[in-house]
């Protein structure tokens, strides 16, 4: 483990990348093992090539690696198959609501903020030029200068912008939730 | 043949590694040195290693790590309580079953079956 050889290396890192399948910390302790065995085989005399060529090709020792642990996997598959459908169901039905809410504010607000914004500057400029008698495109407040409209209208569409953001970022947060919650839930 | 061969070893394996290192904490070299001379066994560190994972995953045995005088620290294999309770009874099944089957197949001790 002192000094690190990069052949040794080299074999130890395509063994890591092909126990994939395992658990982070398992990958480091198993690792670790091997390294630990190149290292007092080679004390004990034998040359790294010999050493590595009796622990086998990298990949098939990784094989018999996930071959026990998939041994060791006391719970019957049928539960597991319960458990992952059961958190599949609870999932898609939040989504049915969280996604396109979360969709829906999140693309729509931040193009209704720019729109907002340009409304504003015009309807600031040229006051009659958005004034269409029922409805209007810029902010309204009943009463108030030009000035203090545009700087409220400004600061609301602003808001209206970050909101929107957020709850994009939400979506996504909750996608790879989703996403890493249903593959725990099968593994 | 060969996957017979190969299932039958295998429970073997587990039987002689807990012995091994029933009486002495043993770390995974030494245990791989020790059953190449019992070469019977055909074990191999690419079937010997991913065996003791198995069984620490199993809670037979644990690890620890010590301080080596000849090179890096070792990670040191000991029997755990139900460790010892399945070695010994696998101990009185395996006796048990070889001198059953020696008995089937005609091999030396017939007489007590």
């Known amino acids: ?187 | 043949m060969d996957e017979w061969n190969s299932q039958l070893r295998r429970g073997v394996l587990q039987l002689g590694i807990l012995a091994l290192i029933e009486a002495e904490q043993r770390y995974g070299y030494d245990i791989v040195t020790l059953l190449e001379k019992t070469p019977q066994l055909a074990a191999g560190e690419g079937t010997i290693y991913p065996l003791l994972r198995r069984l620490k995953k199993d809670g037979w045995v644990d690890t620890f790590w010590r301080e080596s005088a000849a090179g890096p620290p070792r990670q040191y294999y000991r029997l755990t309580e139900e460790g010892r309770v399945v070695l010994s009874s696998m101990r009185s099944e395996w006796t048990q079953l070889v001198a059953a089957v020696n008995g089937l197949i005609g091999g030396g001790s017939a007489d007590h079956v």
């Not at chain 1, 063994?15 to 480091?28: D, N, Q, T, Y």
């Not at chain 1, 098939?60 to 992952?84: D, F, H, I, V």
């Not at chain 1, 969280?98 to 504003?120: D, R, Y």
């Not at chain 1, 407040?141 to 409209?149: C, E, R």
């Open chain 1, 1 to 187: 483990m002192s000094e690190r050889n990069p052949m040794a290396e080299r074999y130890l890192s395509q063994f890591r990348a092909s126990l994939k399948r395992l658990p982070e910390a398992e990958r480091g302790e198993i690792v670790d093992e091997i390294r630990n065995h190149i290292a007092e085989a080679m004390n004990a005399g034998g040359s790294l090539a010999e050493v590595l060529e009796r622990l086998g090709p990298a990949d098939r020792l990784a094989r018999a690696y996930m071959a026990e642990a998939l041994l060791s996997q006391g719970e019957p598959n049928l539960s597991r198959w319960l458990k992952a459908a059961g958190v599949l169901a609870g999932f898609s039905l939040s989504s049915l609501f969280v996604i396109p809410v979360l969709g829906v504010f999140g693309l729509v607000l931040p193009f209704a903020s720019v729109l907002g914004v340009i409304a504003n500057i015009v309807q600031f400029i040229y006051p009659a030029a958005l004034d269409f008698g029922s409805g209007r495109i810029g902010t309204y407040i009943p009463g108030a200068d030009p000035v203090t409209t545009l700087v409220v209208g400004l600061a609301l569409d602003v808001l209206l912008c970050f909101i929107g953001i957020g709850a994009f970022r939400l979506l996504k947060v909750y996608i790879r939730l989703s996403i890493k919650t249903l593959r725990n839930a099968w593994s």
